[in-house]
């Protein structure tokens, strides 16, 4: 496979933290957000995720920047954070965003969710346990990325029935009224439960990339 296209623009990062856990988030590159013990190490991570990032990039048909790390925001994490997610947005994701920046976000997540799709496809049904022998295996991973999809679209004032695997049909018509919300520039649909679209952006790409390089990382090779 060929490399990416790459540019060498610096890189909005974005930091969440506790005294157990941080979070590094690329503001401008949903879905290239790692985790580590402390800034550092999330940053560390960011890093080296970054070729692993750029082929989702690639598929969305954006050239991706990997320049310099700059830290615009250091936010203050939750009991979210140190269970496992990043939960905080960033003020910078209040930003207006353009048709031509809705457009790019599109395309993003929209690459995450092809790339893990690819992952579920290719896949065997019982993964690698991890080092205390835990771990879902495939099918249940793929479930759970879609249940908490279904919740994330509630965030954007979306409310369709929650898909299972295998429901092709029902998981396109959960995903494409996602995009018609971010499309739509809903703001804070449900009062402050409610996601800003740059934020649910972030937030869904994460997941469904976090758990696809999950799914990878304990395929037996």
Not at 103 to 109: F, H, K, N, V
Not at 119 to 142: E, F, N, Y
Request: glycine letters at 10%; charged letters at 25%.
């Amino acid at each position: 496979m060929a490399a990416p296209r790459v540019s060498r623009r610096g890189v909005r990062v974005i930091v969440e933290a506790t005294p157990k856990r941080a979070f590094a988030s690329a503001l401008d590159w949903p879905g290239w957000c790692r985790s580590g013990r402390d800034e550092r190490a999330a940053l560390d991570q960011l890093a080296d995720h970054a070729a692993r990032y750029a082929f989702v990039v690639e598929a969305a048909g954006v050239a991706f920047a990997a320049g310099e790390f700059t830290v615009i925001e250091r936010l203050p994490g939750s009991a979210t954070t140190d269970f496992g997610a990043p939960a905080t947005p960033a003020a910078a994701e209040a930003e207006p965003l353009s048709a031509a920046g809705t457009r790019r976000l599109e395309a993003l997540i929209s690459a995450a969710w092809a790339a893990f799709d690819e992952v579920v496809a290719s896949a065997p049904p019982s993964l690698r346990k991890g080092p205390r022998g835990g771990g879902r295996d495939r099918d249940a991973m793929a479930g759970h990325v879609l249940a908490a999809e279904n919740a994330y679209a509630c965030k954007l004032g979306v409310r369709v029935p929650e898909p299972h695997v295998g429901e092709a049909a029902a998981i396109g018509a959960q995903r494409e009224a996602s995009l018609a919300a971010l499309r739509a520039g809903v703001r804070d649909p449900g009062g402050s439960s409610g996601w800003l679209p740059r934020y649910a952006t972030r937030r869904i790409a994460w997941h469904v990339l976090d758990h696809a390089w999950e799914m990878e990382n304990r395929t037996e090779r």
